[in-house]
């Protein structure tokens, strides 16, 4: 059975940032939620230039779908060395990056930091993802508990991410059988460093438009205080419509073409590319 997403999305700055690192895509085939890192200068170009680089993946029929989502976020990787080398201002910058890629009924997965994905099928509700996470690394040795993580001083300390640092990074690669009906959210860490996973469930599972999920998602971080950015990809697999459509080329994915919504608005883009303000941004960016 061939699969496609019905999907909605949300990002928004937060209550203590002044800008918005985070940057994120969702479209028919193709979802993405990256949560740049760097300081002033470097997480929400890192951030939106991996987002701009797998953007053009969506679209079905791919030669090899299963190897094609992780090999270009490595290229992106390269891409990322490449903006340092030609602007060492940006020297340390990095993202997370948590992709997916439906094609037919299977949905595969490239991940790499702490950015989530969360996975409603039937009568379960999952984490798909692992945080790359020091504090993670700590609970799968068996040395302390998900409790004691939650106040542990270095339990933001990232050890796998896009960047400078590592022109090879590890990447966590899964597939999965998928069926209409299952419903996904991706996220950065911002919703469930504040939000619980119960409530996260409950409000994933609510009987309302995707567009109000995603809303009530980032309301409810932004009601517990939102000290970081949050965006919010929640899509549905559904079986796949058969219309005419044109590949995503790069040049199309622009701030004119799109209609991108600034995130740092709190608007809900439905033309489905977040990021923040892309005046703020390199100009490379902007006429990517």
């Known amino acids: 059975m061939a699969l496609e997403f019905n999907f ?7 209550r203590v940032r002044s800008k918005n690192d985070d940057s994120a895509y969702v479209g028919r085939y193709l979802a993405i939620v990256a949560d740049g890192m760097g300081g002033h200068v470097g997480g ?9 680089d797998l953007a053009p993946l969506d679209r079905n029929n791919h030669p090899d779908p299963a190897t094609i989502l992780p090999d270009e976020i490595q290229s992106a990787n390269l891409i990322l060395n490449d903006l340092v080398h030609d602007n060492p201002k940006l020297a340390g910058m ?24 969360y996975r409603l099928k039937n009568d379960g509700f999952d984490q798909l993802s692992v945080d790359h996470t020091f504090v993670q690394r700590l609970i799968d040795e068996g040395r302390i508990s998900p409790e004691d993580a939650e106040s542990h001083p270095h339990k933001n300390v990232l050890m796998r991410v896009l960047g400078d640092v590592d ?15 299952e419903r996904w959210l991706l996220c950065s860490d911002g919703l469930n460093a504040v939000v619980d996973d119960y409530t996260i469930e409950m409000l994933l599972r609510a009987d309302k438009p995707l567009d109000d999920i995603a809303r009530d998602l980032v309301d409810e971080t932004l009601h517990r205080g939102a000290p970081d950015n949050v965006s919010i ?11 005419a459509e044109a590949d995503p080329k790069t040049d199309e994915l622009t701030e004119s073409a799109r209609e991108v919504t600034a995130a740092h608005n709190g608007e809900t883009v439905s033309a489905s590319l977040l990021r923040a303000d892309l ?3 390199p100009h490379l960016l902007v006429g990517a």
Request: proline share 3%.
């Open 8 to 14: 909605a999305a949300r990002s928004d700055v937060g």
């Open 44 to 52: 929400d170009v890192a951030s939106a230039s991996v987002v701009l």
């Open 94 to 117: 990095g993202t997370t990056c948590t992709a997916v890629l439906v094609d037919n009924d299977i949905v595969h997965m490239a991940h790499i930091g702490d950015s989530r994905a």
């Open 167 to 181: 022109a090879s990074p590890e990447l966590d690669v899964t597939s999965f059988a998928a069926e209409p009906g």
């Open 233 to 243: 990809v929640v899509f549905e697999t559904a079986e796949r419509q058969i219309t």
């Open 279 to 281: 005046a703020s941004r």
